[in-house]
């Protein structure tokens, strides 16, 4: 017995030591610039150095659930795909009735002349692999095709888009200066954010959705924008609008311009977006292009001099400046009624480049600093509380036991700390409560071996079998007791997210560390009273 | 120091009627308040909408605050005090109507700023769940309390009755089946519920009597749980379901220990009858279950008073919970194994014992 109390005792004195280990980098003092725990040298080196995580509802914070609209991804290869037909057929000479994209997402393009037909055909099988006939259709003196998309390749676009979509979103969090931003998929099309510390989060919102896909596109100088208010746009033209904003009237002014649907160039050649400011002290955006988008520009700018060219965000037009001279050397400016601020998001915006689709906000649950250090001051009152009254209930109740029990108990709250700094699990409200739920529930392991114990002694055993008998008649019923709620941890864990996780983990790690706090510690304490100290009577 | 004194001797089996009868009007209230609600009081994590929690520098009332935001066109939203009057906290409650969620945050706040001044008005929480994220959760959380009970079907019927196999079978096709009807479009709340229905029934067909009381006594609990919220119109949230998990799981703590005296008991005491067995079970582990029922208690009405206004339903849900569960593992789990009077709990193969004949299941 004396052999198996020293080993026990080691186990449990290591078991402590650990604890006190993976604690220390929480309570250590901090380093009054970047809040990081000032651990010794030796310390960083060999040993733990993780605090414990606190969940977005007591640091503060978003969390933030984006859908990504894959359809349109696809749509916008669908559209890529009928321009590069439109584009080989006219080099081949063969004349087009109509090439658009119907309701189903399916190119349907009609032929002119029907003779084209296997002409047409080869060059699809060869140039467009990806696209199926799904029918074909003679209509009078007219054929008409229709393509669907490859499944695979509709796959592969979807996917695309939303690690694509991941990426665009990192790189602009990234700019941000979030720290410790947490970004991951989830499910085919969604894509999770955490953002702890974010001070102004409808901006970060709208900075992150905005798809920001630029377009430089042609005023329609051959029709006015009057008739096309009255008429309609003719064809190959749109109507779309300025926006400015007065911040001091609070109104909109929109201004119309009529701009040739046809995209000269989008912003996926930009590399590299700046602020700026003119000669009136007024921010502008400076653009600069790679090579192929410089050669591009230049050949725009040089085809259209003393025409204007507008400046298309998300379909919304920010400048239609006229073009002096073809522009060489690759770069544009941007210039608007900007302040520093929508510069700057602008600036951000471009050079993290496109969202391949939209996204949409599924979800978003936002908490406050102030509310997050004020849930943190009530859940420790709380658990110091309870514990306190706990605490001194056992000792009033049990005596002598009770105080052993107590000791298993602070020694279960250490435990359950250090495992939460240990598996960098996250701590959050709910996380506390369930804390305080096991130092309710633990004192129930130990009630139940104490009374089985004080039935033993009034049995008239000795107090070595009264201890033995309440311990082994104990065991199997707070096994059978702590896994069902164990169960119940489990699948709260699975089907659960951030806060409800963090209170199934504080919950389970509660429920095994009880387990072991009772059963193993306080039956050490007991050896040890009754060998050593040849405990006569066992207070109960 | 002892509260129950050893050789207490408590009927509790005789006055299992009168048991039943509260038990019967607890259910009965509960199933009104939910009828009369129109269903239970879904928060926005499952109804979706946004809730924004609000506090002012300034003293207000919920009427200001409405009119404030007269000009949002937010007729249907819900202004409530919450907390402490002191602390002039308010949650704004809209229910999603298909408008525009996304940008309804900011136009709150900057409608609040205008009328109390851009440093009065702090915005704490925000929450906003879209339609569809609303209704997987929904389903989730279902699916939770339906799979945690299946498990805990096997688990007992195992260390219980031996019936492995049987359980682990039964649950098997059960959740298959469930799962293939989900995935048909059945509507899952429904589902769900008859699902139940049939958990209870095969337990009781297959003789699985144990998981049968156990798995009653937590329909019990959580329904009652369900009920009070309905009557109090409280907001059923992630939280809540997370407590009414734990619930199941604390329930079922306290029904085990009487069963596993029960089992121990009728082990022992091969001349008693059942209903003696049970009775003589229940009065001698009285002193562990007010026990631990009441350190828990305590524990959870410091959360209660204690833990700040965002957790207080929680410890609401667990306060319940646990009164229930305990209530339950005495008057309705155990009750349930006199439905198998000669059988007494396992396959010790004892002689049949007569019990009090009395066949009338809980109801």
Not at chain 2, 113 to 123: E, H, L, N
Request: charged share 20%.
């Amino acid at each position: 017995m004396n052999r198996s109390i020293k080993w026990r005792a080691l186990v449990v004195l290591a078991v402590i030591v650990v604890a006190l280990v993976y604690l220390y980098p929480t309570v250590a003092p901090r380093d009054k610039e970047t809040n990081e725990p000032k651990l010794p040298k030796f310390w960083q080196k060999v040993l733990p150095t993780e605090m414990i995580n606190l969940g977005l509802d007591l640091k503060g914070g978003m969390h933030v659930v984006f859908e990504v609209q894959v359809e349109e991804a696809v749509d916008a290869a669908m559209d890529r795909n009928i321009e590069e037909i439109r584009f080989t057929l006219r080099k081949d000479r063969i004349p087009l009735a109509e090439a658009t994209r119907n309701e189903a997402g399916q190119i349907v393009l009609v032929l002119a002349k029907p003779e084209h037909l296997d002409q047409v055909n080869k060059i699809l099988n060869s140039d467009f692999r990806f696209l199926k006939t799904v029918s074909t259709k003679t209509e009078g003196d007219q054929v008409r095709i229709t393509l669907g998309l490859d499944p695979k390749e509709d796959e592969r676009i979807r996917e695309w888009a939303v690690s694509q979509s991941l990426e665009t979103i990192r790189s602009r969090v990234d700019q941000l200066g979030v720290s410790e931003p947490d970004i991951r998929p989830q499910g085919k099309d969604r894509i999770i954010l955490q953002l702890p510390g974010v001070e102004d989060p409808n901006k970060v919102k709208n900075l992150l959705s905005k798809t920001a896909r630029l377009e430089f596109k042609l005023v329609d100088e051959a029709h006015s924008v009057d008739s096309a208010l009255r008429d309609g746009a003719p064809p190959g033209s749109e109507l779309l609008y300025q926006t400015e904003y007065d911040p001091q009237t609070g109104r909109e002014k929109k201004t119309p311009f009529l701009l040739r649907k046809r995209v000269q160039m989008t912003g996926e050649y930009i590399t590299d977006a700046r602020v700026a400011l003119d000669q009136y002290n007024q921010p502008y955006v400076s653009l600069r292009f790679d090579s192929k988008g410089a050669r591009l520009f230049e050949r725009i700018t040089g085809n259209n001099v003393k025409k204007r060219l507008a400046i298309v965000l998300d379909d919304n037009v920010y400048s239609a400046p006229v073009i002096q001279d073809r522009i060489s050397g690759g770069r544009a400016q941007i210039e608007g009624r900007f302040t520093m601020e929508d510069a700057r998001d602008l600036a951000i915006v471009l050079r993290a480049g496109a969202l391949p689709a939209s996204v949409k906000m599924l979800e978003e649950r936002t908490v406050g600093a102030s509310l997050g250090s004020d849930s943190i001051r009530q859940g420790v009152t709380s658990i110091i509380v309870g514990m306190l009254l706990v605490l001194t209930f056992m000792l009033i109740y049990y005596r002598k036991s009770g105080a052993i029990a107590d000791l298993a108990l602070v020694f279960n709250v250490l435990l359950i700390a250090a495992a939460l700094a240990a598996f960098r699990a996250t701590l959050t409200l709910p996380g506390i409560a369930g804390i305080i739920l096991t130092i309710g529930m633990s004192v129930d392991a130990n009630v139940l071996i104490f009374e089985r114990i004080r039935e033993e002694v009034r049995l008239g055993k000795t107090p070595r079998a009264a201890v033995d008998g309440g311990f082994s008649k104990a065991t199997w019923t707070i096994l059978d007791a702590n896994i069902t709620t164990l169960i119940a941890a489990i699948v709260l864990f699975q089907f659960g997210t951030g806060p409800i996780r963090g209170f199934a983990v504080t919950l389970s790690v509660g429920i095994v560390s009880s387990l072991f706090t009772a059963m193993f510690v306080s039956r050490l304490v007991f050896d040890y009273l009754l060998v050593q100290k040849k405990m006569k009577h066992v207070s109960v | 120091m002892e509260i129950i004194k050893p050789g207490t001797h408590i009927d509790f089996v005789g006055k299992r009627k009168y048991a039943y009868a509260v038990s019967l009007i607890l259910v009965a209230i509960t199933i009104l308040a939910l009828f009369i609600r129109g269903g239970p009081n879904y928060g926005v994590d499952f109804a979706g909408g946004v809730l924004i929690e609000v506090q002012f520098h300034q003293d207000t009332t919920a009427q200001d605050v409405r009119s404030a935001m007269a000009d949002l066109n937010m007729a249907g939203a819900s202004i409530q005090r919450f907390g402490a009057v002191g602390h002039n906290e308010f949650l704004i409650r809209v229910q999603d109507t298909g408008q525009e969620l996304e940008g309804l945050t900011n136009k709150v706040h900057q409608a609040l700023a205008q009328k109390y001044g851009q440093d009065q008005v702090d915005i704490r929480r925000v929450e906003m769940v879209g339609p569809k994220v609303g209704e997987d959760l929904r389903q989730k959380a279902l699916f939770a309390v339906f799979y945690a009970i299946l498990f805990i079907l096997i688990y007992i019927s195992g260390r219980f009755e031996m019936k492995w196999m049987m359980s682990l079978a039964v649950s098997a096709a059960l959740m298959a089946t469930v799962i293939l009807l989900s995935h048909i479009g059945a509507g899952i709340t429904w589902l769900i519920l008859i699902a139940l229905l049939v958990t209870l029934a095969v337990c009781f067909i297959l003789k699985l009597q144990n998981a049968l009381g156990a798995i009653v006594a937590l329909i019990h609990d959580v329904s009652i749980t369900m009920g009070i919220f309905a009557v109090l119109d409280k907001e059923i949230t992630l939280s809540i379901v997370a407590a009414l998990l734990t619930i199941v799981g604390y329930s079922l703590n306290d029904t085990i220990i009487v069963f596993d005296r029960i089992r121990e008991n009728s082990r022992k005491q091969r001349k008693m009858s059942l209903a003696e067995v049970i009775n003589q079970s229940i009065n001698e582990t009285l002193s562990r279950t007010i026990l631990t029922s009441g350190t828990t208690l305590v524990v959870v009405l410091c959360l209660f008073f204690l833990g700040g206004p965002v957790i207080r339903d929680f410890a609401l849900a667990l306060i319940v919970g646990v009164l229930v569960g305990t209530y339950s593992s005495v008057y309705v789990a155990s009750p349930i194994l006199l439905l198998w009077p000669d059988q007494a709990g396992q396959k010790s193969g004892a002689p049949s014992l007569k019990g009090s004949g009395n066949k009338k299941a809980k109801a």
